[in-house]
């Protein structure tokens, strides 16, 4: 049996863990879950699958009629609660894989947590890898654990490396649906959170979809995937691909190209990351019917219409901080954004004017990468206010 703990249990990816590991229960038990907020659904996970503990924001509506239910309903589950109650679920639950679903930087301390206690890392979060990448690959190789890409196109990347010479990668081609408004000639200024939370092949979490739609996403994986695979930022390509069939590629020194395909469903990384090296059935992913697919198109991805996505190359050529500014300011921004008060167009010009004013903070290490990532989000909101007063 392979213990795992799902972070996020309540979100997009948390529920499609949930989903394989019912599929896999002879060979999965989940043992640790949390959530922020949403107790209905952790109280349907904690009946389906018993954990030893489970943690929630305190802050969450019906918090004391929780405990009192888990009291009565199941009294041996452990009850941790907060940021630092991540931290001890993690560390003090004994566990092989930890399954990293949170959305943003809220997952970095939980997941060094679990590296430390010798925990694999099957790795949706994206954000803590463009902040600390470089420090969480260093500590998971001294404390001997793998990270294991949950993110489709990384998982494609794995898939199609795996058992290669990496030194033989000439470059990675990351695919990208292009979001729902590749194709638009409006406006920019007038996308409505609405519009731009309607992405048209996925169904994912709302600050996810919003960087699909700004293409903040692609940047943000673009730098995932020079860190989780070695290789510089200018050796990872980006072509759009509308149909999202093929995941993404690893072109090889001898012009070989090697691509993973299958209908786009989270589930089938997911389950991969949890059951490597072995593959298993899936009665979930629909198999490919090739003949009945009409076109696979590619296009250029357009940096002009897309500024997101040039803004997070050039956090990943200048290193340091940089990155881990790009994020935080893209996290408050985004925020700001599904709330109402910022425009769409906002978002870009907010996390450039953070960068700028973090130019040339070379910071390295966890703890400076964390007083970055806070200061870049206090000079966010600022500019946020003011974007806001601008659109009064
Ligand atoms: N969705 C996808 O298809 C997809 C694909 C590739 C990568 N990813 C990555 O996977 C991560 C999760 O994405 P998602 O779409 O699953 O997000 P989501 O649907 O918004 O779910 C986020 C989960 O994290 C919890 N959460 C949010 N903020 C938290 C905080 N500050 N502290 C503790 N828990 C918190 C939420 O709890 P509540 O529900 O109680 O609020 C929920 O369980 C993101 O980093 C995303 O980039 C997602």
Redesign the pocket.
């Known amino acids: 049996m392979k213990k795992v703990i799902i972070?996020?249990?309540?979100?997009?990816?948390?529920l499609q863990t949930a989903d394989i590991c019912l599929q896999l229960k002879d060979k999965i038990s989940v043992v640790g879950l949390?959530?922020?907020?949403?107790t209905e659904?952790l109280k349907k996970q904690i009946k389906t699958f018993k954990p030893k503990a489970i943690c929630l924001?305190e802050s969450a509506d019906n918090f004391s009629n929780f405990k009192n239910w888990i009291k009565i309903n199941s009294p041996k589950t452990k009850l941790f609660f907060g940021?630092v109650g991540?931290e001890k679920l993690v560390s003090s639950v004994e566990a092989d894989t930890l399954v990293a679903?949170?959305?943003?930087a809220?997952a970095l301390k939980p997941i060094i947590a679990a590296i430390k206690t010798k925990k694999n890392i099957a790795l949706?979060?994206?954000?803590i890898v463009v902040m600390a990448g470089a420090e969480i690959m260093k500590l998971a190789a001294e404390n001997g654990v793998s990270i294991l890409p949950?993110?489709?196109e990384h998982s494609a990347v794995f898939q199609c490396s795996r058992g290669e010479d990496k030194k033989q990668i000439k470059n990675i081609i990351l695919t990208a649906s292009g979001g729902p408004f590749y194709k638009y000639d409006g406006d920019f200024s007038k996308i409505t959170a609405d519009k731009a939370l309607k992405h048209p092949t996925?169904k994912?979490?709302?600050?996810?979809t919003i960087?699909s739609a700004t293409l903040m996403?692609k940047g943000l994986e673009a730098i995932e995937a020079s860190v989780l695979f070695g290789l510089p930022i200018d050796r990872i390509k980006i072509v759009i691909h509308p149909q999202s069939i093929i995941h993404s590629l690893v072109e090889y020194v001898d012009g070989a190209a090697l691509a993973q395909l299958s209908n786009p469903d989270?589930r089938l990384p997911i389950q991969y990351a949890l059951t490597y090296p072995r593959r298993m059935p899936s009665k979930f992913i629909k198999p490919l019917n090739l003949a009945a697919l009409s076109k696979l198109e590619f296009f250029e991805p357009d940096f002009k219409k897309f500024p997101c996505l040039k803004l997070a190359y050039s956090a990943a050529n200048a290193g340091g901080a940089q990155p881990a500014i790009l994020n935080a300011a893209n996290e408050t921004a985004v925020e700001a954004f599904l709330d109402g008060r910022i425009l769409f167009t906002d978002i870009a010009k907010i996390v450039e004017k953070t960068m700028k004013l973090f130019k040339g903070i070379k910071k390295t290490g966890i703890d400076s990468l964390i007083e970055a990532d806070l200061a870049a989000r206090k000079k966010a909101h600022s500019l946020i206010e003011s974007a806001e007063s601008n659109l009064k």
């Open positions: 972070l996020g249990s309540s979100g997009s990816i948390g949390s959530v922020r907020s949403k659904v924001e940021a991540l679903a949170i959305v943003g809220a949706a979060n994206k954000e949950v993110d489709s996925w994912m979490g709302r600050k996810i960087d996403n989270m």
